[in-house]
Protein backbone atom coordinates (compact mmCIF):
# COMPACT_ATOMS: atom_id res chain seq x y z
CA UNK A 1 0.00 0.00 0.00
CA UNK A 2 1.19 3.87 -0.81
CA UNK A 3 2.46 5.34 2.10
CA UNK A 4 0.45 7.08 4.35
CA UNK A 5 -2.90 5.48 2.90
CA UNK A 6 -5.44 3.71 5.21
CA UNK A 7 -7.78 1.51 4.71
CA UNK A 8 -11.76 2.09 5.59
CA UNK A 9 -15.44 2.96 4.49
CA UNK A 10 -16.48 5.64 2.73
CA UNK A 11 -19.88 7.28 1.06
CA UNK A 12 -21.59 9.13 -1.56
CA UNK A 13 -24.30 9.23 -3.33
CA UNK A 14 -25.10 9.83 -7.22
CA UNK A 15 -28.24 9.62 -9.49
CA UNK A 16 -29.58 7.37 -12.17
CA UNK A 17 -31.76 7.83 -14.91
CA UNK A 18 -34.77 5.43 -15.70
CA UNK A 19 -36.49 7.24 -18.88
CA UNK A 20 -37.40 10.18 -17.13
CA UNK A 21 -37.26 9.57 -13.94
CA UNK A 22 -34.68 10.03 -12.17
CA UNK A 23 -33.41 8.61 -8.81
CA UNK A 24 -30.69 8.82 -6.10
CA UNK A 25 -28.70 6.09 -5.36
CA UNK A 26 -26.24 5.65 -2.23
CA UNK A 27 -22.60 4.37 -3.38
CA UNK A 28 -20.65 2.81 -0.61
CA UNK A 29 -17.08 1.49 -0.89
CA UNK A 30 -15.08 -0.57 1.78
CA UNK A 31 -11.53 -1.22 1.08
CA UNK A 32 -9.13 -4.40 2.90
CA UNK A 33 -5.76 -5.40 2.99
CA UNK A 34 -4.58 -7.27 0.29
CA UNK A 35 -3.91 -6.91 -3.90
CA UNK A 36 -4.91 -4.19 -5.68
CA UNK A 37 -8.44 -5.31 -6.94
CA UNK A 38 -11.96 -3.06 -7.57
CA UNK A 39 -14.73 -5.12 -7.29
CA UNK A 40 -18.38 -3.19 -8.46
CA UNK A 41 -21.06 -4.50 -6.83
CA UNK A 42 -24.99 -3.49 -8.11
CA UNK A 43 -24.07 -2.53 -11.99
CA UNK A 44 -25.23 -4.40 -14.85
CA UNK A 45 -23.05 -7.04 -15.76
CA UNK A 46 -21.76 -5.72 -18.75
CA UNK A 47 -21.22 -2.64 -17.60
CA UNK A 48 -19.00 -3.69 -14.82
CA UNK A 49 -15.99 -4.01 -16.72
CA UNK A 50 -16.43 -0.73 -18.60
CA UNK A 51 -16.98 1.17 -15.95
CA UNK A 52 -14.12 -0.71 -13.65
CA UNK A 53 -11.10 0.12 -16.70
CA UNK A 54 -12.65 3.95 -16.96
CA UNK A 55 -12.07 4.41 -13.34
CA UNK A 56 -8.43 2.80 -13.12
CA UNK A 57 -7.28 4.87 -15.93
CA UNK A 58 -8.65 7.68 -14.90
CA UNK A 59 -7.20 7.22 -11.38
CA UNK A 60 -3.73 6.61 -12.89
CA UNK A 61 -4.12 9.16 -15.14
CA UNK A 62 -4.37 12.11 -12.59
CA UNK A 63 -1.36 11.33 -10.77
CA UNK A 64 -2.48 9.32 -8.38
CA UNK A 65 -1.11 5.75 -7.35
CA UNK A 66 -3.51 2.74 -7.16
CA UNK A 67 -4.32 1.46 -3.86
CA UNK A 68 -2.71 -1.50 -2.61
CA UNK A 69 -6.07 -2.60 -1.22
CA UNK A 70 -9.03 -4.81 -2.56
CA UNK A 71 -11.82 -2.52 -2.85
CA UNK A 72 -15.32 -2.99 -2.67
CA UNK A 73 -17.69 -0.36 -4.35
CA UNK A 74 -21.57 -1.16 -4.15
CA UNK A 75 -24.06 1.18 -5.77
CA UNK A 76 -27.86 0.95 -3.89
CA UNK A 77 -30.40 0.42 -5.05
CA UNK A 78 -28.80 -1.47 -8.21
CA UNK A 79 -28.51 0.27 -11.19
CA UNK A 80 -31.21 -0.87 -14.00
CA UNK A 81 -29.65 -2.96 -16.97
CA UNK A 82 -28.44 0.02 -18.78
CA UNK A 83 -25.31 2.04 -17.13
CA UNK A 84 -24.96 5.35 -18.55
CA UNK A 85 -21.57 6.08 -16.81
CA UNK A 86 -23.05 9.17 -14.72
CA UNK A 87 -22.20 7.92 -11.31
CA UNK A 88 -18.40 7.32 -12.82
CA UNK A 89 -16.99 10.25 -10.52
CA UNK A 90 -18.74 9.12 -7.04
CA UNK A 91 -17.29 5.78 -7.82
CA UNK A 92 -13.62 6.62 -8.01
CA UNK A 93 -14.30 9.26 -4.99
CA UNK A 94 -15.88 6.31 -3.53
CA UNK A 95 -13.05 4.03 -3.77
CA UNK A 96 -10.31 7.14 -3.38
CA UNK A 97 -11.53 8.33 0.23
CA UNK A 98 -12.33 4.30 1.22
CA UNK A 99 -8.54 3.88 0.90
CA UNK A 100 -7.59 7.03 2.14
CA UNK A 101 -6.35 8.93 -0.09
CA UNK A 102 -8.92 11.66 0.46
CA UNK A 103 -10.67 12.29 3.40
CA UNK A 104 -14.01 10.09 3.36
CA UNK A 105 -15.76 12.52 5.16
CA UNK A 106 -15.70 15.64 2.60
CA UNK A 107 -17.42 13.39 0.09
CA UNK A 108 -20.40 12.31 2.32
CA UNK A 109 -23.87 14.04 2.08
CA UNK A 110 -23.39 15.10 -1.39
CA UNK A 111 -24.38 13.74 -5.23
CA UNK A 112 -21.33 13.29 -7.17
CA UNK A 113 -22.37 13.48 -11.43
CA UNK A 114 -20.14 12.93 -14.30
CA UNK A 115 -18.74 9.86 -16.90
CA UNK A 116 -14.64 9.56 -16.54
CA UNK A 117 -13.08 9.67 -19.96
CA UNK A 118 -9.50 7.64 -19.69
CA UNK A 119 -6.89 10.86 -19.24
CA UNK A 120 -8.78 11.57 -15.84
CA UNK A 121 -11.19 14.14 -17.77
CA UNK A 122 -14.91 14.32 -16.56
CA UNK A 123 -17.15 14.47 -19.62
CA UNK A 124 -21.22 15.68 -20.00
CA UNK A 125 -23.79 13.68 -19.42
CA UNK A 126 -27.13 13.89 -20.59
CA UNK A 127 -30.27 14.37 -18.31
CA UNK A 128 -28.37 16.47 -15.59
CA UNK A 129 -31.77 18.53 -15.26
CA UNK A 130 -33.69 15.32 -13.77
CA UNK A 131 -30.74 14.26 -12.19
CA UNK A 132 -30.11 17.24 -10.09
CA UNK A 133 -33.87 17.70 -9.39
CA UNK A 134 -34.13 14.51 -7.76
CA UNK A 135 -31.11 15.26 -5.94
CA UNK A 136 -32.77 18.58 -4.60
CA UNK A 137 -35.77 16.66 -3.58
CA UNK A 138 -34.00 13.99 -2.01
CA UNK A 139 -32.70 16.71 0.44
CA UNK A 140 -29.18 17.10 -1.33
CA UNK A 141 -28.50 20.64 -2.23
CA UNK A 142 -24.46 20.49 -2.89
CA UNK A 143 -23.86 18.77 -6.82
CA UNK A 144 -20.71 18.31 -8.34
CA UNK A 145 -21.18 18.13 -12.30
CA UNK A 146 -19.11 18.38 -15.65
CA UNK A 147 -18.38 22.07 -15.77
CA UNK A 148 -20.08 21.57 -19.51
CA UNK A 149 -22.87 20.94 -17.55
CA UNK A 150 -23.23 23.47 -14.88
CA UNK A 151 -25.55 26.36 -16.72
CA UNK A 152 -27.71 23.09 -17.03
CA UNK A 153 -28.27 22.35 -13.99
CA UNK A 154 -28.60 25.67 -12.14
CA UNK A 155 -31.88 25.99 -13.08
CA UNK A 156 -33.06 23.68 -10.57
CA UNK A 157 -34.05 25.53 -7.55
CA UNK A 158 -32.31 25.14 -4.80
CA UNK A 159 -28.82 23.45 -6.34
CA UNK A 160 -25.87 24.58 -5.27
CA UNK A 161 -23.44 23.14 -8.43
CA UNK A 162 -20.04 22.75 -9.01
CA UNK A 163 -18.36 22.33 -11.35
CA UNK A 164 -15.51 20.16 -12.37
CA UNK A 165 -13.23 19.53 -15.44
CA UNK A 166 -10.89 16.98 -14.21
CA UNK A 167 -10.60 13.98 -11.83
CA UNK A 168 -7.24 15.48 -10.39
CA UNK A 169 -8.59 19.07 -9.64
CA UNK A 170 -11.64 17.48 -7.50
CA UNK A 171 -8.84 15.31 -5.77
CA UNK A 172 -6.74 18.16 -4.54
CA UNK A 173 -9.70 20.19 -3.77
CA UNK A 174 -11.28 17.44 -1.96
CA UNK A 175 -7.69 16.70 -0.34
CA UNK A 176 -7.35 20.54 0.67
CA UNK A 177 -11.14 20.89 1.65
CA UNK A 178 -11.63 24.00 -1.07
CA UNK A 179 -14.39 22.34 -3.14
CA UNK A 180 -16.96 24.18 -1.37
CA UNK A 181 -15.24 27.02 -2.92
CA UNK A 182 -15.59 26.26 -6.35
CA UNK A 183 -19.77 26.88 -6.81
CA UNK A 184 -20.99 28.20 -9.86
CA UNK A 185 -22.48 31.48 -10.07
CA UNK A 186 -25.14 31.79 -13.08
CA UNK A 187 -24.58 34.77 -14.96
CA UNK A 188 -27.63 37.11 -15.32
CA UNK A 189 -30.57 35.64 -17.10
CA UNK A 190 -31.12 36.54 -20.48
CA UNK A 191 -34.54 38.02 -21.41
CA UNK A 192 -36.91 35.11 -21.31
CA UNK A 193 -37.43 33.73 -25.41
CA UNK A 194 -40.43 35.39 -27.25
CA UNK A 195 -42.52 32.85 -29.12
CA UNK A 196 -41.42 34.65 -32.52
CA UNK A 197 -39.14 31.65 -34.59
CA UNK A 198 -38.83 34.37 -37.09
CA UNK A 199 -42.04 33.12 -39.22
CA UNK A 200 -45.08 34.87 -39.72
CA UNK A 201 -48.71 33.50 -41.13
CA UNK A 202 -48.53 36.77 -42.93
CA UNK A 203 -45.98 34.97 -45.04
CA UNK A 204 -48.49 31.93 -46.34
CA UNK A 205 -50.18 33.11 -49.37
CA UNK A 206 -54.11 32.42 -49.74
CA UNK A 207 -54.90 29.13 -47.84
CA UNK A 208 -57.50 30.66 -45.46
CA UNK A 209 -58.98 27.03 -45.19
CA UNK A 210 -56.05 26.09 -43.42
CA UNK A 211 -55.16 29.18 -42.09
CA UNK A 212 -58.48 28.96 -39.93
CA UNK A 213 -57.75 25.52 -39.04
CA UNK A 214 -54.19 26.18 -37.78
CA UNK A 215 -56.32 28.64 -35.44
CA UNK A 216 -58.64 26.25 -34.34
CA UNK A 217 -56.10 23.47 -33.63
CA UNK A 218 -53.78 25.78 -31.66
CA UNK A 219 -57.18 27.05 -29.38
CA UNK A 220 -58.45 23.38 -29.22
CA UNK A 221 -55.25 21.33 -28.99
CA UNK A 222 -56.61 19.41 -31.73
CA UNK A 223 -54.53 17.04 -34.14
CA UNK A 224 -54.52 18.55 -37.68
CA UNK A 225 -54.30 17.01 -41.42
CA UNK A 226 -53.68 18.90 -44.43
CA UNK A 227 -54.12 17.46 -48.01
CA UNK A 228 -52.88 18.70 -51.10
CA UNK A 229 -49.78 20.10 -52.85
CA UNK A 230 -49.41 23.18 -50.90
CA UNK A 231 -47.69 24.97 -47.82
CA UNK A 232 -48.17 22.16 -45.65
CA UNK A 233 -44.73 22.86 -44.34
CA UNK A 234 -44.73 26.83 -43.99
CA UNK A 235 -47.81 26.02 -41.79
CA UNK A 236 -46.88 23.58 -39.46
CA UNK A 237 -43.87 25.52 -38.56
CA UNK A 238 -45.96 28.84 -37.72
CA UNK A 239 -47.92 26.84 -35.37
CA UNK A 240 -45.98 26.95 -32.23
CA UNK A 241 -46.10 30.79 -32.75
CA UNK A 242 -49.71 31.26 -32.16
CA UNK A 243 -49.64 28.57 -29.36
CA UNK A 244 -49.57 30.36 -25.74
CA UNK A 245 -46.31 30.38 -23.73
CA UNK A 246 -45.55 27.29 -22.12
CA UNK A 247 -46.62 27.28 -18.17
CA UNK A 248 -43.85 26.64 -15.41
CA UNK A 249 -44.77 23.35 -15.03
CA UNK A 250 -44.78 22.24 -18.88
CA UNK A 251 -41.57 24.10 -19.30
CA UNK A 252 -39.77 22.19 -16.49
CA UNK A 253 -41.05 18.77 -18.38
CA UNK A 254 -39.88 20.11 -21.84
CA UNK A 255 -36.03 21.10 -20.70
CA UNK A 256 -35.86 17.67 -18.82
CA UNK A 257 -36.83 16.21 -22.21
CA UNK A 258 -34.38 18.01 -24.04
CA UNK A 259 -31.53 17.36 -21.36
CA UNK A 260 -32.03 13.55 -21.29
CA UNK A 261 -31.58 13.87 -25.39
CA UNK A 262 -28.64 15.69 -24.78
CA UNK A 263 -30.54 18.90 -26.50
CA UNK A 264 -29.38 21.10 -23.35
CA UNK A 265 -28.28 23.83 -26.54
CA UNK A 266 -32.32 24.30 -26.39
CA UNK A 267 -32.98 27.48 -24.61
CA UNK A 268 -35.08 26.80 -21.48
CA UNK A 269 -37.68 28.95 -21.14
CA UNK A 270 -41.49 29.08 -22.58
CA UNK A 271 -41.03 28.39 -26.32
CA UNK A 272 -43.17 25.53 -27.58
CA UNK A 273 -41.14 23.30 -29.36
CA UNK A 274 -42.03 21.73 -32.68
CA UNK A 275 -40.57 18.31 -33.96
CA UNK A 276 -40.69 17.23 -37.56
CA UNK A 277 -38.35 13.58 -38.32
CA UNK A 278 -38.08 12.31 -41.36
CA UNK A 279 -40.03 9.58 -42.80
CA UNK A 280 -36.73 7.83 -43.07
CA UNK A 281 -36.30 8.02 -39.50
CA UNK A 282 -36.38 4.95 -37.08
CA UNK A 283 -38.86 3.75 -34.70
CA UNK A 284 -36.61 4.44 -31.82
CA UNK A 285 -35.46 7.96 -33.55
CA UNK A 286 -39.39 8.06 -33.15
CA UNK A 287 -40.50 7.08 -30.15
CA UNK A 288 -37.16 7.00 -28.32
CA UNK A 289 -34.93 3.79 -27.26
CA UNK A 290 -34.56 2.07 -24.05
CA UNK A 291 -31.10 0.65 -24.78
CA UNK A 292 -29.55 4.48 -24.99
CA UNK A 293 -31.98 5.54 -22.44
CA UNK A 294 -33.06 8.48 -25.13
CA UNK A 295 -36.29 9.96 -26.00
CA UNK A 296 -37.87 10.21 -29.60
CA UNK A 297 -39.10 12.71 -31.39
CA UNK A 298 -42.67 12.65 -30.33
CA UNK A 299 -41.38 13.23 -26.77
CA UNK A 300 -39.15 16.31 -28.34
CA UNK A 301 -42.56 17.51 -29.63
CA UNK A 302 -43.99 17.42 -25.53
CA UNK A 303 -46.14 19.90 -25.25
CA UNK A 304 -45.56 21.43 -28.49
CA UNK A 305 -46.51 20.45 -31.92
CA UNK A 306 -45.40 17.04 -34.01
CA UNK A 307 -45.40 17.63 -37.95
CA UNK A 308 -45.03 13.95 -40.44
CA UNK A 309 -44.44 15.73 -43.63
CA UNK A 310 -45.67 13.25 -46.63
CA UNK A 311 -46.89 11.03 -43.84
CA UNK A 312 -48.07 7.99 -45.93
CA UNK A 313 -43.93 7.84 -46.68
CA UNK A 314 -43.49 7.00 -43.16
CA UNK A 315 -43.61 3.35 -42.25
CA UNK A 316 -46.33 1.62 -41.40
CA UNK A 317 -45.38 0.28 -38.10
CA UNK A 318 -44.39 3.96 -36.78
CA UNK A 319 -47.54 5.30 -38.25
CA UNK A 320 -50.01 2.79 -36.35
CA UNK A 321 -47.54 3.35 -32.80
CA UNK A 322 -48.57 6.87 -32.38
CA UNK A 323 -51.73 6.12 -32.07
CA UNK A 324 -50.77 5.12 -28.22
CA UNK A 325 -49.52 8.73 -27.52
CA UNK A 326 -52.18 10.11 -29.20
CA UNK A 327 -54.69 8.52 -26.71
CA UNK A 328 -52.22 8.89 -23.32
CA UNK A 329 -50.26 11.65 -23.80
CA UNK A 330 -46.98 9.70 -23.29
CA UNK A 331 -45.27 6.60 -25.03
CA UNK A 332 -44.21 3.01 -23.25
CA UNK A 333 -41.18 1.43 -24.40
CA UNK A 334 -40.43 -2.40 -22.69
CA UNK A 335 -37.27 -4.22 -23.44
CA UNK A 336 -33.49 -5.31 -21.57
CA UNK A 337 -35.78 -6.22 -18.65
CA UNK A 338 -37.11 -3.17 -17.78
CA UNK A 339 -39.88 -0.19 -19.22
CA UNK A 340 -39.21 3.42 -19.65
CA UNK A 341 -42.39 6.32 -20.12
CA UNK A 342 -41.59 9.47 -21.86
CA UNK A 343 -43.78 12.32 -21.77
CA UNK A 344 -45.54 13.05 -25.53
CA UNK A 345 -48.62 15.05 -25.46
CA UNK A 346 -48.15 16.60 -28.48
CA UNK A 347 -50.65 18.75 -31.47
CA UNK A 348 -50.16 16.07 -34.64
CA UNK A 349 -50.06 17.73 -38.07
CA UNK A 350 -49.95 15.65 -40.82
CA UNK A 351 -49.57 16.32 -44.00
CA UNK A 352 -50.47 13.94 -47.78
CA UNK A 353 -50.69 14.62 -51.06
CA UNK A 354 -54.09 13.16 -52.50
CA UNK A 355 -51.80 10.37 -55.01
CA UNK A 356 -48.13 9.07 -54.41
CA UNK A 357 -47.41 11.16 -57.19
CA UNK A 358 -44.60 13.51 -57.09
CA UNK A 359 -45.20 16.93 -56.21
CA UNK A 360 -46.44 19.07 -59.67
CA UNK A 361 -46.19 16.13 -61.57
CA UNK A 362 -49.51 15.12 -63.71
CA UNK A 363 -51.10 11.94 -61.81
CA UNK A 364 -51.27 8.92 -63.15
CA UNK A 365 -52.49 7.04 -59.91
CA UNK A 366 -55.51 4.52 -60.32
CA UNK A 367 -58.03 4.72 -57.76
CA UNK A 368 -56.67 1.87 -56.02
CA UNK A 369 -53.43 3.17 -55.89
CA UNK A 370 -54.48 6.56 -54.10
CA UNK A 371 -56.92 4.55 -51.42
CA UNK A 372 -53.99 2.32 -50.66
CA UNK A 373 -51.58 5.50 -50.13
CA UNK A 374 -53.85 7.65 -48.06
CA UNK A 375 -54.94 3.53 -46.14
CA UNK A 376 -51.42 3.77 -44.48
CA UNK A 377 -53.48 6.75 -42.27
CA UNK A 378 -56.28 4.55 -41.39
CA UNK A 379 -55.07 4.19 -37.88
CA UNK A 380 -54.22 7.58 -37.13
CA UNK A 381 -56.67 10.01 -39.27
CA UNK A 382 -60.00 8.71 -36.83
CA UNK A 383 -58.23 10.43 -34.20
CA UNK A 384 -57.58 13.98 -36.27
CA UNK A 385 -60.76 16.45 -35.42
CA UNK A 386 -59.44 18.67 -37.89
CA UNK A 387 -58.89 18.51 -42.07
CA UNK A 388 -58.00 21.11 -44.85
CA UNK A 389 -57.16 21.27 -48.23
CA UNK A 390 -54.12 23.39 -49.18
CA UNK A 391 -52.44 24.93 -52.58
CA UNK A 392 -49.90 26.81 -53.77
CA UNK A 393 -51.54 30.40 -53.64
CA UNK A 394 -50.61 33.20 -55.48
CA UNK A 395 -47.99 34.87 -53.88
CA UNK A 396 -48.87 38.52 -55.40
CA UNK A 397 -51.86 38.12 -53.24
CA UNK A 398 -52.56 40.07 -50.25
CA UNK A 399 -51.02 39.09 -46.64
CA UNK A 400 -53.06 37.30 -44.43
CA UNK A 401 -53.42 37.93 -40.89
CA UNK A 402 -49.94 38.34 -38.88
CA UNK A 403 -49.06 35.59 -36.13
CA UNK A 404 -49.99 38.25 -33.44
CA UNK A 405 -53.24 38.71 -34.21
CA UNK A 406 -53.74 34.85 -34.58
CA UNK A 407 -52.13 34.34 -31.03
CA UNK A 408 -54.25 36.56 -29.37
CA UNK A 409 -57.21 35.38 -30.36
CA UNK A 410 -56.15 31.40 -29.10
CA UNK A 411 -54.79 33.05 -26.09
CA UNK A 412 -58.44 34.53 -25.16
CA UNK A 413 -60.07 31.12 -26.02
CA UNK A 414 -57.17 28.99 -24.20
CA UNK A 415 -58.35 31.24 -21.21
CA UNK A 416 -61.87 30.58 -21.56
CA UNK A 417 -61.18 26.63 -21.55
CA UNK A 418 -58.61 27.16 -18.72
CA UNK A 419 -61.25 28.52 -16.44
CA UNK A 420 -64.39 26.18 -17.46
CA UNK A 421 -61.11 22.83 -16.86
CA UNK A 422 -60.15 24.83 -13.59
CA UNK A 423 -61.25 22.18 -11.72
CA UNK A 424 -60.35 19.11 -13.55
CA UNK A 425 -57.19 17.43 -14.55
CA UNK A 426 -57.35 18.07 -18.27
CA UNK A 427 -56.01 21.99 -19.53
CA UNK A 428 -57.11 21.81 -23.37
CA UNK A 429 -60.66 21.00 -24.92
CA UNK A 430 -59.08 18.20 -27.02
CA UNK A 431 -58.64 16.49 -23.86
CA UNK A 432 -62.08 16.42 -22.44
CA UNK A 433 -63.25 12.48 -21.93
CA UNK A 434 -66.48 11.61 -23.93
CA UNK A 435 -67.97 11.31 -20.80
CA UNK A 436 -67.61 14.55 -20.02
CA UNK A 437 -68.63 16.09 -22.61
CA UNK A 438 -72.22 14.15 -22.39
CA UNK A 439 -72.07 15.14 -18.88
CA UNK A 440 -70.25 18.07 -17.40
CA UNK A 441 -69.53 19.71 -20.37
CA UNK A 442 -72.83 19.30 -22.71
CA UNK A 443 -73.13 21.39 -25.73
CA UNK A 444 -76.71 22.82 -26.42
CA UNK A 445 -79.31 20.09 -27.66
CA UNK A 446 -79.62 21.59 -30.76
CA UNK A 447 -75.88 20.99 -31.42
CA UNK A 448 -75.75 17.22 -30.09
CA UNK A 449 -78.79 16.40 -32.47
CA UNK A 450 -77.40 17.77 -35.99
CA UNK A 451 -74.00 15.67 -35.22
CA UNK A 452 -75.96 12.90 -34.02
CA UNK A 453 -77.80 13.12 -37.81
CA UNK A 454 -74.50 13.25 -39.06
CA UNK A 455 -73.77 9.50 -37.20
CA UNK A 456 -76.89 9.05 -38.40
CA UNK A 457 -76.43 9.15 -42.06
CA UNK A 458 -73.00 7.61 -41.94
CA UNK A 459 -71.48 10.85 -42.35
CA UNK A 460 -69.53 10.50 -39.11
CA UNK A 461 -69.19 7.71 -36.74
CA UNK A 462 -70.03 6.61 -33.07
CA UNK A 463 -66.04 7.52 -32.20
CA UNK A 464 -65.99 10.84 -34.59
CA UNK A 465 -68.74 12.26 -32.41
CA UNK A 466 -66.61 13.50 -29.64
CA UNK A 467 -63.96 14.67 -31.40
CA UNK A 468 -66.37 16.91 -32.95
CA UNK A 469 -68.05 18.13 -30.04
CA UNK A 470 -64.72 19.02 -28.46
CA UNK A 471 -64.15 21.01 -32.05
CA UNK A 472 -67.43 22.64 -31.60
CA UNK A 473 -65.92 23.85 -27.62
CA UNK A 474 -63.24 25.29 -29.38
CA UNK A 475 -65.03 27.28 -31.72
CA UNK A 476 -67.52 28.24 -28.64
CA UNK A 477 -64.82 29.19 -27.30
CA UNK A 478 -62.89 31.41 -29.97
CA UNK A 479 -66.20 33.02 -30.43
CA UNK A 480 -66.39 33.76 -26.59
CA UNK A 481 -69.54 31.66 -26.30
CA UNK A 482 -70.71 29.81 -23.12
CA UNK A 483 -71.68 26.51 -24.75
CA UNK A 484 -71.54 25.03 -28.23
CA UNK A 485 -74.75 26.29 -30.99
CA UNK A 486 -75.72 24.51 -33.60
CA UNK A 487 -73.92 27.37 -35.66
CA UNK A 488 -70.31 25.96 -34.01
CA UNK A 489 -71.78 22.05 -34.06
CA UNK A 490 -72.25 22.97 -37.95
CA UNK A 491 -68.94 24.70 -38.22
CA UNK A 492 -66.85 21.59 -36.68
CA UNK A 493 -68.73 19.35 -39.24
CA UNK A 494 -67.70 21.39 -41.49
CA UNK A 495 -63.56 21.39 -40.40
CA UNK A 496 -64.16 17.71 -40.22
CA UNK A 497 -65.21 16.93 -44.05
CA UNK A 498 -63.73 20.08 -45.69
CA UNK A 499 -61.42 18.23 -47.27
CA UNK A 500 -63.47 16.17 -49.99
CA UNK A 501 -62.43 12.74 -51.42
CA UNK A 502 -60.44 11.91 -48.98
CA UNK A 503 -59.39 8.18 -49.44
CA UNK A 504 -59.05 6.46 -46.66
CA UNK A 505 -60.50 8.48 -44.29
Given at each position: ????????????????????????????????????E?????????????????????I????????D??????????????????????????????????????????????E???????????????????????????V?????????????????????????????????G??D?????????????????????????????????L??????????????????????????????????E?????????????????????????????????????????????????????????H??????????????????????????T?????????????????A??????????????????????????????????????????????????S?????????????????????????????????L????????????????????????????????????????????????????????????????????
Amino acid sequence: MTEGMTTGYASTRSAVLVGLDARVVDIEADAVPGGAELHLVGLPELSVWPARARIRSAIFNSGTAWPDAKVTVSISPAIPPVYDAAADLALALATLAASGVIPPKRIAGRVFLGELALDGGICPIRGVLPAVRAAVQAGITTVVVPAGCAPEAAQVPGAVVIPVTRLAEVIERLRKGTLDGYRYRPPEPPAPPGQSSGVDLADVPGNEAARRALEVCAAGGHHLFLIGDGPASMLAERLPGILPPLEVEAAREVAEIYSLAGRSDRAPGARVPICSPHHTSTPAAIFGSVAGNRPGAVSLAHRGVLHLADAPEFARPTLDGLSRPMDTGQVRITGLGRTVRYPARFTLVLDARRCPCPEGQACTCRPVDRRRYLGRLALLLPRVAVCAPIEWGDRGAQAGEPSAAVAARVVAARVRAAHRLAETPWRTNAEVPALELRTSFAAEPEAVELLRSAVNTGLLTVEGLPRLLRVAWTLADLRGANRPGVDDAAGALELWKRADNVEGR
